[in-house]
Every structure is written in C-alpha cells, then in structure tokens.
C-alpha cells in the first residue's frame, strides 16, 4: 500500500510560511509603533527647552516628524504602525478627551456649531474652488484640498476621493499638503495664543471652526489648557459630523452630472464622534456622582492622552511630503492658503464678537 504525503506536507509547509509571515507583520508593526513613540518622547523631551517650550510636546513631536521625513524620507516597512498611531491613536485619545467635556456645552452649543459648520464648509470649498480657477490651478488637486479645508482634512479627501475617482497619485498630494499647510496653520495659533485677547475656551472654539484636521485642532488649542481642548474638539466635529450628508451630497451630484463613483466607494460614519459625546455623557455624570474619581487619576489619564495624541502628530508628521510643494500642488495649495487665511480671520471676529 503507497501512503501519499505530498498535500500533507504542502499544507504544512503553507500553514509555516503563513505563520511566519504573521510574524514578521507584527514585528514590522511593533516597530511602527516604536518608531513613533520614540520620535513622541523626543518631541515631549524638546518641548522643555527654551522657545520651543511655546510649541508644547504635540507641536516638537510634530515638527520632528515633519524633518526626518524631509531628509530620510518615509520609513516604509513601518507603515503599519504608523498609520495605527495617526488614525487609532489619534481616535482612541479623541474619545478620551470626551472625559473632560461637559456635555450642557453640547446640548447648549450644539446646534449653533452644526449650523456655522456648515457656513464654513461652504465658504471653504466655493471660494477655493473659485480661485483654483483663477490661478488656472489642477482642479482635482483644488477640490481635494477645497473639501479637505472645509470639512475634516485627510479624512476627508480619504472619503470623497473614490466619489470624485481621483488618481491615487491626486488624493496622495492632497492628503500631504493639506497636512502641511494645516500643521502651519496650527503652529502658527499656538504661537499666536499668547497674545490673542481670547478666553481659552472662546480660542479652542476658534481653533475648532478654523482648522484643518482634528490633529491640527488638538495641537493648536491643547496648550491653552483641557476646557480650550474640549471646546475645540466639539467644534471641530461639528465639521466631521458633516462629513456623510456632504458625500451624500456629492454622490448626487456625480450622478446628476454623468460622473460615477467607484463601486466600491464606502463613506465611513466617524464612530469615534459617538464615542467622544459618550465618554462626555460619563465625565459629566458618571465622574465625581456615581464613580469616584481621584483627582490624581484623572491628571494621569489626561498625560496619557496628551502623550497618545503625540504619537498621533508623529503619524501625521511622516505623511507631509515638502517635495511635492515643487510639483503641480503649488497652485492649489496657494488657493487653499488663501481660504485658511481668510477663514481664520473671519471665525477669529465672530469670536471675538
């Protein structure tokens, strides 16, 4: 009697290479992870000398990650982890900052900011749209960056490039730049903040209406202190929230104007929006009511969250690519800076009224 092996030993030889491949991507995610912890503790370490101390850990952690990209370029085999820093991480301390709301603001200011959201993302995305043709720039660059500034973005170029069918090359330029010009953005706040005649929650709400990405948010209003935090995090999702009705919005208008969108183009409802108004719900009656708190835990879980919302500026650093500046992005790029410009003067005077 012959015994056959052969499919038995292919099995097994498949199930090892599986195994170790397994392996080796945990190993290359750890590693990602690292990367940007390491690049984390050196920005919090820079945040304690002299002038850089008014940029604060988020902002040294960011700009380090901005500068090893610029002159060692993007640790590829790393990505992974990386991406897990800049879009869970970043979620992960959203939510947790949620802790530190008090939700009256949200009952209260709710509707308010749905409504200059909206104002906002319309005044965004026509006046970019409408200089990008005044400056004869790329228009699918241009109304990549003209969403992104409206609404929540990277995210939101992320979301909408598959209903626009964007080339691969188009939605990675404008996820770059708009990450750059953003990052710009919010340095330049934090360095503003000081002298600015704001409250620290009216400066957060600015900060929140005005800005690029939640991470720019995050950078620029956490120096002011936690309620600035909350407040600008709260206005910021305001935008997010918008982001589904808005590609809704122009999936319709695709299919009204002959365009189509990829058939596979999902929009992704921001969960972690939910969870963040779900942890406020906790911090505001759950905290210091039914579950007793020590204070000194709570100081804990707010460096934590600092410090997990760093390694979220690391992730983000490494996507700003200050090569493409030299390509076609230029001129889109010029038009969005003219809409930030005017939309931070404009948020700042409603503020201050």
């Not at 400056?135 to 598959?162: N, R, Y």
């Not at 709570?298 to 690391?314: D, E, K, P, Q």
Request: hydrophobic share 55%; proline share 5%; aromatic share 6%.
């Amino acid at each position: 009697m012959t015994i056959h092996t052969e499919p038995t030993d292919d099995l097994a030889a498949s199930t090892r290479k599986t195994a170790k491949r397994g392996i080796e991507e945990s190993h290359t995610w750890l590693l990602g992870v690292g990367f940007t912890l390491c690049i984390a503790l050196l920005g919090w370490a820079a945040s304690a000398l002299p002038v850089l101390d008014r940029l604060g850990p988020l902002g040294c952690s960011i700009a380090l990650a901005v500068a090893y990209r610029h002159y060692r370029d993007y640790p590829e085999p790393l990505r992974k982890g990386i991406q897990f820093c800049s879009r869970t991480l970043l979620r992960l301390a959203i939510v947790l900052f949620g802790l530190r709301l008090d939700i009256q603001l949200v009952l209260h200011d709710g509707p308010g900011l749905l409504l200059q959201a909206a104002l906002v993302i319309a005044f965004a995305v026509l006046l970019t749209v409408s200089l990008g043709k005044r400056l004869k720039a790329d228009p699918a660059i241009t109304l990549l960056l003209a969403i992104g500034t409206g609404i929540c973005g990277a995210a939101a170029i992320a979301a909408v490039a598959p209903i626009l069918r964007t080339k691969d090359e188009d939605t990675a330029i404008g996820a770059g730049m708009i990450a750059l010009v953003g990052t710009v953005f919010a340095v330049g706040y934090t360095l503003l903040r000081p002298i600015l005649p704001l409250t620290g929650i009216d400066y957060g709400t600015w900060s929140g209406i005005s800005l690029h990405e939640i991470a720019h948010v995050a950078l620029a209003s956490a120096p002011a202190g936690g309620d600035a935090l909350a407040a600008g995090l709260l206005a910021k999702l305001s935008r997010v929230l918008l982001l589904v009705p808005f590609c809704l919005l122009l999936l319709l208008w695709k299919k009204r104007s002959g365009g189509a969108a990829q058939p596979d183009a999902k929009l992704e409802f921001p969960w972690f929006l939910v969870g963040f108004i779900a942890a406020s719900v906790i911090g505001s009656y759950g905290f210091g009511t039914y579950i007793d708190v020590p204070a000194s835990a709570m100081n804990g879980l707010a460096t934590a969250t600092s410090f997990l919302l760093s390694m979220a500026m690391v992730g983000l650093g490494l996507n700003v690519n200050m090569k493409q500046l030299r390509s076609k992005a230029l001129r889109p790029v010029v038009a969005m800076s003219i809409t930030s410009l005017l939309l931070s003067v404009l948020t700042y005077l409603t503020v201050l009224a």
